[in-house]
């Protein structure tokens, strides 16, 4: 009998390792990029991004980046610290200004609302906010976005609403968003619009995507090749093809993740400080023209389709400001092919 149980120890030990290593193999060895699977690109613009740690003029940003790249699909967040600056004070103007660029432009948006947005520090509540009991915040929190998603619904530019900035993975100033607000701020916009599509994002390399389930109807996620960390170092995810991301969203659908799309390709560098603070040699460490390429090819052959890429505003500091004009000059052959 003991000899029996030993046996069977040893099959399924040696069961379990063959499905792990057929995982492994699943996610980690290259596969084929689909035929057939034209890919849209397009970019986060940040205005707070541009003014406050660039110091560039946000409406050159913007104009140069349609006009000169050619985009025409962009994710914009609707800063609710800009917007609501105190309580009953509404300012829509710099918002207005840039949906109305693109859209004149015949372009797109994905408008990002909530606490959460893209770039840092994440969270985007207006101090005002901040000093309120949870309840009032949840409560103002929905206020925010119902007067926002009311101001633009009628636009044709905006084809989705994005629902918080990777709500449930723990990075910047914000804690993980409570799922079930998330919930409630999906269910609100989805009443006040039934037209557009909802979506939400997540970390492509440090989530399982699962937290979502169908609550949303698409989930963008990030795509970071070289990251830097206060302890490791420069760290580089060279161990990840281009199939990764494809592969993870099929092994992982029997769970309830959505339909998965790229909401943020890096495409700058990585520095554990401002940039404005960072030597320019120091930042082309994480990211210069050959690691510009090196991300233009390979988020080609992820099969993965739009892509919106991670850093315009960066490319403009370096070119009118740093003489590097080579990134944003690369930077046109992506849109230049349609």
């Not at 929190?141 to 998603?149: A, E, K, M, P, S």
Request: one cysteine or more.
């Amino acid at each position: 009998m003991r000899h029996h149980v030993f046996n069977m120890t040893y099959v399924l030990l040696g069961l379990f390792a063959a499905v792990a290593l057929l995982l492994l193999g699943f996610l980690f060895i290259p596969g084929p990029t689909p035929a057939g699977k034209s890919v849209e690109y397009g970019m986060t613009f940040s205005r707070p991004y541009a003014q406050n740690d660039l110091h560039l003029n946000p409406d050159d940003v913007l104009s140069a980046a349609l006009d000169d790249l050619g985009i025409r699909r962009f994710r914009m967040g609707a800063y609710w610290k800009y917007i609501q600056p105190l309580r009953g004070t509404w300012n829509f103007d710099e918002l207005d200004k840039d949906v109305q660029a693109i859209s004149d432009r015949k372009g797109t948006i994905v408008l990002a609302i909530g606490q959460k947005l893209p770039r840092w520090p994440e969270c985007w509540q207006p101090d005002w906010a901040k000093q309120l009991p949870p309840a009032e915040q949840q409560a103002e929190t929905l206020n925010y976005i119902q007067t926002v998603v009311e101001r633009y619904r009628a636009n044709p530019a905006i084809i989705a609403w994005q629902v918080e900035n990777e709500p449930q993975f723990e990075y910047g100033e914000c804690s993980r968003t409570d799922p079930s607000f998330h919930k409630e701020e999906i269910a609100l916009v989805r009443r006040l619009d039934p037209t557009r599509p909802i979506y939400t994002t997540d970390s492509g390399e440090l989530s399982f995507w699962t937290t979502f389930g169908k609550s949303v109807d698409r989930l963008g996620v990030s795509v970071y090749r070289v990251v830097r960390n206060p302890t490791l170092g420069t760290f580089r995810y060279f161990f990840l093809p281009p199939s990764f991301y494809r592969r993870k969203a099929e092994l992982l659908s029997p769970f309830g993740v959505p339909s998965i799309y790229v909401s943020e390709f890096q495409m700058e560098p990585w520095s554990n400080k401002a940039l404005l603070e960072t030597p320019v040699d120091d930042q082309l460490k994480t990211f210069d023209l050959k690691q510009m390429r090196a991300n233009i090819d390979y988020a080609s052959h992820m099969g993965l389709s739009p892509v919106d890429f991670w850093g315009v505003e960066w490319w403009y500091w370096m070119k009118t400001t740093q003489n590097h004009p080579e990134l944003w000059e690369a930077a046109k052959a992506i849109w230049s092919k349609g």
